[in-house]
């Protein structure tokens, strides 16, 4: 609505409307480093393809003359009330896009009241990204750590955070082959971007700790140095969250960024970690990178609460199956009722209107508000929210 009022005096939208301008335009406000991270997908880019080509390949068939003159695209998801079926898909190391990264999504998603999933490889503590929504409703999404105590600490603080759900992203249990990112010869992690929800934990700060005195135990080199670096850090972190990403872009706290690499997945993850959940936490637990119908079925077996089918954007395997795809089985195999998200390659209103239409409760929005971020911070954030949403149109 806003879009159009503006239009018809003439104002340009600070953002571009069309989703192809706006990723040219993200392009040129970023850095070649953050372009390659946040457009890049894995091998020949041929997933991210695909989840396009699947929402070119539906086309809808509009009926007229339906009665509402108000619309409402209002619904209940895990026992909330939604505006309107899209949430914020959880986006790690945004401090590569905009200097507010998260704070600036945060602030953006309040003031249109959308659901917000917290990355657990934010450039923000998830304390100060909340004390930003101001009551705006978020969710936490999780990477299982190879350490339990720090798989407890995350989910203790999500909760304690006031979420209202715990995602456990799947598909990333080892980082994608990113051809973009690997050129560059570094990725964001190796200068302590996106790491802050380790380096806030006091889980973590402990396995820092034991990791150095088993290295001076050891008689390695170095040793003091890195102590002290990482005191440092971890003083800082704590009390000056906004500062210590700057501090971290220094090469000194190797020992945090060394051990968060080793530590914030665990390639082993199974269906035994996983059916441990529920009893780890009183939240509403969502999958999410679920693709095959029978990792769909298991998953509610062992008691999700929803499901998100989602490809990672085309983030972690080429040549995968389009998301949307995937979605027409997983609804086919779990039928009507279990909660069902989509994520990858959704763009446009349209595509929220088909990922709805083939089984979809809500989808989530990766790249492109991220590209709004780019280019106009937390105002093009809305902008392109407003774009891309349905309740807009
Ligand atoms: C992601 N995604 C992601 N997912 C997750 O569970 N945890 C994370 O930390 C991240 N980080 C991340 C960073 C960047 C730069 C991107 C682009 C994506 C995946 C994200 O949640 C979502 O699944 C996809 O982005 C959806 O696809 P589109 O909308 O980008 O096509």
């Given at each position: 609505g806003h879009v159009y009022r503006q239009g018809a005096l003439g104002r340009r939208p600070a953002v571009p409307t069309d989703d192809a301008a706006l990723e040219r335009a993200a392009r040129r406000a970023m850095s070649a480093r953050a372009w390659a991270y946040v457009a890049g997908g894995a091998g020949q880019g041929r997933t991210m393809a695909r989840n396009r080509q699947a929402f070119d390949a539906w086309g809808v068939l509009p009926r007229m003359a339906h009665g509402h003159a108000v619309r409402d695209l209002s619904l209940d998801l895990l026992g909330h009330r939604l505006a309107a079926p899209v949430l914020l898909a959880p986006v790690g190391a945004a401090g590569l896009v905009h200097r507010d990264a998260d704070l600036a999504v945060a602030r953006a998603a309040a003031a249109t009241g959308t659901t917000y999933v917290l990355?657990?490889?934010?450039?923000?503590p998830m304390e100060d990204v909340v004390a930003e929504l101001g009551g705006s409703p978020h969710w936490f999404q999780l990477y299982w750590s190879k350490d339990e105590g720090l798989v407890d600490s995350l989910i203790g603080r999500a909760e304690a955070t006031g979420a209202q759900a715990l995602v456990v992203t799947l598909d990333t249990t080892v980082l994608g082959w990113r051809p973009q990112d690997l050129d560059l010869g570094s990725l964001p992690f190796s200068r302590g971007i996106g790491i802050a929800q380790y380096t806030s934990d006091d889980r973590f700060a402990e396995i820092v700790r034991d990791r150095v005195a088993a290295a001076a135990r050891d008689g390695r080199e170095a040793v003091e140095v890195t102590l002290g670096a990482v005191r440092t850090l971890l003083d800082i972190a704590r009390n000056h969250p906004g500062a210590f990403r700057d501090n971290l872009r220094t090469p000194e706290p190797r020992a945090s960024v060394e051990t968060f690499l080793d530590v914030y997945s665990n390639p082993g993850l199974s269906w035994d970690h996983l059916a441990t959940l529920r009893s780890r936490t009183s939240l509403p637990v969502v999958l999410k990178g679920i693709l095959h119908p029978d990792d769909a079925r298991r998953a509610l077996d062992l008691g999700a609460d929803a499901l998100v089918v989602s490809n990672h954007g085309g983030r972690q395997v080429d040549n995968a199956v389009a998301s949307l795809d995937a979605l027409v089985r997983v609804r086919d195999a779990v039928g009507p009722e279990p909660t069902l998200l989509l994520d990858s390659g959704v763009r446009t209103g349209a595509d929220v209107f088909v990922a709805r239409a083939l089984g979809a409760d809500a989808v989530l929005l990766g790249r492109s508000p991220i590209y709004g971020l780019a280019v106009a911070g937390q105002r093009g954030w809305r902008r392109c929210w407003a774009t891309s949403s349905p309740s807009s149109t």
């Open positions: 990355s657990n490889q934010a450039s923000s």
